[in-house]
């Protein structure tokens, strides 16, 4: 008898995990010719998925798959991801989840051709580079014009309140 992966269960757990906190759960999937998924979405052959609980209907995190209905850019679709397609589940808000190493059984291979017909915009890369919250802001980076703004209009706010 094989042993089950440990994989699906880790995935349920965050994801129940995020929706306890009040954190919307992404995941991350490696596309491949098992991966049902919006192929017009797909970039460098990933696509994130936002598998909250009101982004979703009919979500089941299965042992084999995780499989869902979801609307994209208005228009329901049936979404079907094989687990060893899932690269990472994690916190919107904070970064914070798993990432999984793909192993040699569920290396994915590259999107199908009509994946690269689509026109491509360039989006940032994956921001999974940040599991641990920053906050308070980190003191390496430098205060943008807009923080700085919203400092003062809160500091002058907070003034005119303590002489009142």
């Given at each position: 008898?094989?042993?089950?992966?440990?994989?699906?269960?880790?995935?349920?757990?965050?994801?129940?995990?995020?929706?306890?906190?009040?954190?919307?759960?992404?995941?991350?999937?490696?596309?491949?010719?098992?991966?049902?998924?919006?192929?017009?979405?797909?970039?460098?052959?990933?696509?994130?998925?936002?598998?909250?609980?009101?982004?979703?209907?009919?979500?089941?995190?299965?042992?084999?798959?995780?499989?869902?209905?979801?609307?994209?850019?208005?228009?329901?679709?049936?979404?079907?991801?094989?687990?060893?397609?899932?690269?990472?589940?994690?916190?919107?808000?904070?970064?914070?989840?798993?990432?999984?190493?793909?192993s040699d059984a569920d290396?994915?291979?590259?999107?199908?051709?009509?994946?690269?017909?689509?026109?491509?915009?360039?989006?940032?890369?994956?921001?999974?580079?940040?599991?641990?919250?920053?906050?308070?802001?980190?003191?390496?980076?430098?205060?943008?014009?807009?923080?700085?703004?919203i400092r003062r209009r809160?500091?002058?706010?907070?003034?005119?309140?303590?002489?009142?």
């Amino acid at each position: 008898m094989t042993e089950t992966s440990t994989k699906p269960y880790l995935i349920r757990a965050l994801h129940e995990w995020c929706t306890d906190n009040g954190y919307t759960p992404y995941l991350s999937v490696a596309v491949d010719e098992h991966t049902v998924v919006p192929r017009e979405h797909v970039r460098d052959g990933m696509i994130t998925l936002n598998v909250g609980t009101l982004a979703t209907h009919k979500l089941q995190l299965g042992n084999d798959y995780v499989e869902f209905q979801a609307r994209f850019g208005g228009v329901s679709r049936q979404i079907s991801v094989p687990i060893t397609a899932v690269r990472a589940i994690y916190a919107r808000e904070t970064g914070q989840g798993m990432a999984f190493e793909p192993s040699d059984a569920d290396v994915a291979s590259p999107p199908p051709a009509h994946a690269e017909a689509a026109p491509q915009r360039r989006r940032p890369a994956h921001r999974l580079r940040r599991i641990a919250p920053c906050w308070p802001p980190c003191p390496t980076r430098a205060p943008t014009p807009r923080t700085t703004t919203i400092r003062r209009r809160l500091g002058a706010t907070t003034a005119a309140a303590a002489r009142a």
